[in-house]
């Protein structure tokens, strides 16, 4: 479906002082995106939420695990006061992928809460019929949301999809902006609360929208590849290959597909800056692809371009290490002159003495 949304002038243009976030990860998620952004330290979530972070709205944080909230109806609240239209400005959050209920047989594939006057279940589906078009910006967390992931690759009985699938790639949110993506799987902590932030700037009125790119990314994260950010990008250069998990060299034989992937954890590493897959000996399996799983699968056999580019540099790889080797034992050699014997042999000009 493609969704409009009923909001238009002064609300579109942002200055706000206080901001909701209605986060729900009852799509097919394994929650592993907020479990992730709970280490965030670029800002931290829990700066954001206690006003620590200079120039952001107030923001009241919806999520059901880290939510003060014990549960149920009380949690629920603040959503069904925002399908009614009560509560603006508010930033949904989307975890997960959305399954297609159109062929969900005789039950449902997701619910979350209860329709109070038949008593049963809502989908998520429905929430996001109802929030979408109300929301001031739609923020898709993780591959699942951002594409489909996992829950949406061939075989699946569910017909899942990423949100732009379900909302339209053209949607655009009651504050004049596109599905923001932050794929991942999970999400890079950071990543994701630097797009938040962005967001939020944004919906105070004092930064232009996030730049996105064709597959409603943050242009500034995923615009390199994992392979331009790769501790190991140096062996890649010299042809100089692992051949198992133990080795510190390239992985691209036993696996790797950082040199086609779009994501910045090697250069930003996983939590305080630390990790980073290839550089901690994982290789890179394309999780915050569009095109993940299926185009990256079986893990861990060579990607065909990876067998191509490593037999193209060979003959150049092999042979610059040989002489680098050469160079790097010269300049691990002091220079000759460096003695205690009892003749000068700096080649020093007395000519230029005093
Ligand atoms: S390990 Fe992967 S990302 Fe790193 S240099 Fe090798 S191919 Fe590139
Ligand atoms: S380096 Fe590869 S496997 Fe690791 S987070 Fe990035 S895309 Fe996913």
């Given at each position: 479906m493609t969704a409009t949304n009923p909001q238009s002038g002064s609300s579109r243009r942002g200055g706000f002082d206080e901001v909701h976030i209605l986060w729900i990860?009852?799509?097919?998620?394994?929650d592993g995106d907020t479990v992730s952004v709970t280490a965030a330290s670029q800002p931290a979530i829990e700066d954001v939420v206690t006003g620590l972070v200079p120039g952001l709205p107030t923001v009241h944080l919806h999520n059901k695990v880290l939510s003060p909230t014990v549960g149920g109806e009380e949690f629920l609240a603040p959503y069904r006061a925002a399908a009614r239209?009560?509560?603006?400005p508010f930033i949904l959050v989307i975890e997960g992928s959305i399954p297609n209920?159109?062929?969900?047989?005789?039950?449902?594939w997701t619910s979350f809460g209860n329709d109070p006057d038949t008593g049963q279940p809502l989908t998520l589906n429905w929430w996001i019929d109802r929030l979408a078009p109300r929301a001031w910006a739609v923020v898709a967390i993780g591959t699942c949301a951002a594409y489909g992931g996992i829950h949406a690759?061939?075989?699946?009985?569910?017909?899942s999809m990423g949100l732009a699938d379900y909302l339209g790639h053209d949607f655009t949110s009651a504050g004049n902006l596109p599905i923001v993506n932050v794929p991942g799987c999970p999400v890079q902590p950071d990543d994701f609360m630097e797009t938040l932030t962005w967001v939020l700037y944004h919906a105070a009125g004092t930064a232009p929208p996030p730049p996105l790119d064709d597959q409603l990314r943050p242009q500034w994260i995923f615009g390199r590849t994992v392979h331009e950010g790769c501790d190991r990008a140096g062996y890649y250069e010299q042809a100089d290959f692992a051949k198992d998990y133990n080795s510190p060299k390239c992985q691209v034989k036993i696996g790797?597909?950082?040199?086609?992937v779009n994501c910045n954890v090697p250069k930003r590493g996983w939590m305080g800056g630390l990790g980073g897959c290839p550089n901690v000996g994982g290789i890179c399996i394309a999780c915050t692809m569009p095109g993940f799983p299926d185009k990256f699968m079986p893990f861990m056999d060579m990607p065909p371009g990876g067998s191509l580019s490593s037999r193209a540099i060979k003959p150049y790889g092999s042979f610059i290490r040989r002489l680098r080797g050469i160079t790097n034992a010269t300049a691990n050699t002091e220079p000759k002159w460096r003695h205690n014997r009892e003749l000068l042999t700096t080649g020093y000009d007395p000519h230029y003495r005093p």
């Amino acid at each position: 479906m493609t969704a409009t949304n009923p909001q238009s002038g002064s609300s579109r243009r942002g200055g706000f002082d206080e901001v909701h976030i209605l986060w729900i990860s009852e799509g097919m998620s394994c929650d592993g995106d907020t479990v992730s952004v709970t280490a965030a330290s670029q800002p931290a979530i829990e700066d954001v939420v206690t006003g620590l972070v200079p120039g952001l709205p107030t923001v009241h944080l919806h999520n059901k695990v880290l939510s003060p909230t014990v549960g149920g109806e009380e949690f629920l609240a603040p959503y069904r006061a925002a399908a009614r239209g009560d509560i603006e400005p508010f930033i949904l959050v989307i975890e997960g992928s959305i399954p297609n209920e159109n062929i969900h047989g005789d039950g449902y594939w997701t619910s979350f809460g209860n329709d109070p006057d038949t008593g049963q279940p809502l989908t998520l589906n429905w929430w996001i019929d109802r929030l979408a078009p109300r929301a001031w910006a739609v923020v898709a967390i993780g591959t699942c949301a951002a594409y489909g992931g996992i829950h949406a690759m061939a075989g699946n009985p569910t017909g899942s999809m990423g949100l732009a699938d379900y909302l339209g790639h053209d949607f655009t949110s009651a504050g004049n902006l596109p599905i923001v993506n932050v794929p991942g799987c999970p999400v890079q902590p950071d990543d994701f609360m630097e797009t938040l932030t962005w967001v939020l700037y944004h919906a105070a009125g004092t930064a232009p929208p996030p730049p996105l790119d064709d597959q409603l990314r943050p242009q500034w994260i995923f615009g390199r590849t994992v392979h331009e950010g790769c501790d190991r990008a140096g062996y890649y250069e010299q042809a100089d290959f692992a051949k198992d998990y133990n080795s510190p060299k390239c992985q691209v034989k036993i696996g790797c597909w950082g040199p086609v992937v779009n994501c910045n954890v090697p250069k930003r590493g996983w939590m305080g800056g630390l990790g980073g897959c290839p550089n901690v000996g994982g290789i890179c399996i394309a999780c915050t692809m569009p095109g993940f799983p299926d185009k990256f699968m079986p893990f861990m056999d060579m990607p065909p371009g990876g067998s191509l580019s490593s037999r193209a540099i060979k003959p150049y790889g092999s042979f610059i290490r040989r002489l680098r080797g050469i160079t790097n034992a010269t300049a691990n050699t002091e220079p000759k002159w460096r003695h205690n014997r009892e003749l000068l042999t700096t080649g020093y000009d007395p000519h230029y003495r005093p």
